[in-house]
């Protein structure tokens, strides 16, 4: 369907320079979508796709060891996508306060965006519902570290924005002038909370991450807060018990696309296109999360088998090894910590896993050592990089 762009552009004069910015119309979009038959199929796959995750993430008795994971995996696909060069492997070294591979404000910068999305979470089961206080203060969680400084954290900009380009002038896109966000910011609230309408929540959470990108309400970490913005969407509506899907992995995958169709949406209001790319990153991603879910399980079941064989020392080292499920490169200090063992046990119990092949030493040093467990890791990363 040919439609109009969704939005108007406005002209604007700033710093000595004229140019026009983008103002997009409030969701839903109008003339409604065309829902061809491959659109919907594409939808009903989605759907079926996240109600698969959904039924493993309620039937698994340690989700939680999975959730913790996948909350990293998604943060680290995020920011690689904003040019950060953090590994899954040097965010959880980070976390454990050892040197990653990479600068330390490349992995702090990662470790904001899980904070991000737990707090997030967090004050959504508190009962507050998605609004731009709840994405101001996960922006203002994700921006504080050093690069965040300078750039309002938590604040919805003052100032013009641009993208691409060296000024607004030459910019690929130029979103809304600041003057017009706190009339596009309560359009999309009210949208975000099924007003005026209720409309279908994997629709709704396809369409908000345009729009929200399109507004780009914050000096930095746009896009960041943009993709948090789906998972958060499916949770708030009960699509997902759990954050357990990582979307970003697709749009990582295909970047220029992404960009491309996202463009497309303002320039031409080819909603279909965008929607059709959308379901199929869904599908996709949560059928990739179920496969390394059962992949993990898989080979936990395996090696918790094998620890079984070693006798009088079995409990112990299964306790160690349930711990390195929940945080699988740690410390021996921190899994003393996490078992309740004593250290003498856990080091002993190490020696055990080291034997069978189930955790490996990262390090080559008597105080401190850093384990890891490898195949785990491994399977975990196997879509993002090489592990350790």
């Not at 707090?119 to 507050?128: A, E, T």
């Not at 910019?171 to 002038?177: G, K, N, R």
Request: charged content about 20%.
């Amino acid at each position: 369907m040919r439609r109009p762009p969704p939005g108007q552009y406005v002209e604007v004069a700033t710093a000595g320079e004229r140019f026009k910015a983008y103002v997009p119309t409030p969701l839903p979009p109008a003339p409604p979508i065309d829902w061809s038959p491959a659109l919907r199929r594409r939808f009903d796959e989605a759907l079926l796709a996240l109600g698969r995750l959904d039924a493993l993430t309620a039937h698994l008795p340690n989700a939680s060891l999975l959730l913790y994971s996948f909350v990293r995996k998604e943060a680290v696909l995020s920011s690689q996508i904003e040019g950060t060069q953090s590994s899954l492997a040097d965010l959880l070294l980070y976390e454990i306060d050892e040197q990653p591979g990479v600068p330390v404000e490349d992995a702090h910068e990662v470790s904001r965006c899980v904070a991000a999305l737990e707090h997030g979470l967090k004050k959504l089961r508190g009962g507050l519902p998605l609004c731009m206080r709840l994405l101001g203060e996960m922006h203002k969680v994700l921006l504080a570290h050093p690069g965040g400084r300078g750039k309002t954290p938590g604040e919805v900009r003052r100032s013009q924005v641009w993208i691409g380009g060296t000024r607004p002038g030459n910019a690929v896109f130029v979103p809304p002038p600041a003057s017009e966000l706190t009339a596009c910011l309560a359009a999309l609230e009210r949208f975000l909370n099924d007003q005026p309408e209720p409309v279908p929540p994997l629709l709704k959470a396809a369409l908000a991450h345009v729009q929200f990108e399109t507004i780009h309400p914050f000096l930095d970490g746009n896009g960041r807060i943009g993709r948090l913005l789906i998972v958060l969407q499916l949770v708030a509506d009960g699509v997902l018990r759990e954050p357990m899907l990582y979307p970003s992995l697709f749009f990582k995958t295909h970047r220029a696309l992404y960009y491309e169709l996202l463009n497309e949406v303002r320039l031409r209001g080819d909603w279909e296109r965008w929607l059709d790319f959308f379901a199929e990153g869904v599908q996709v991603s949560a059928s990739q999360a179920v496969a390394t879910a059962n992949a993990l399980l898989a080979l936990v079941n395996a090696d918790r088998d094998r620890i079984a064989g070693l006798g009088r020392a079995a409990r112990s080292a299964l306790a160690v090894h349930e711990a390195l499920q929940r945080q699988p490169i740690a410390t021996s200090a921190a899994l003393v910590k996490a078992t309740g063992l004593t250290a003498a046990t856990v080091n002993k119990s190490l020696a055990h896993l080291e034997r069978i092949r189930v955790v490996a030493e990262l390090t080559s040093r008597q105080r401190g050592r850093v384990f890891s467990y490898r195949g785990y890791v491994k399977e975990l990363a196997a879509e993002l990089e090489p592990a350790p």
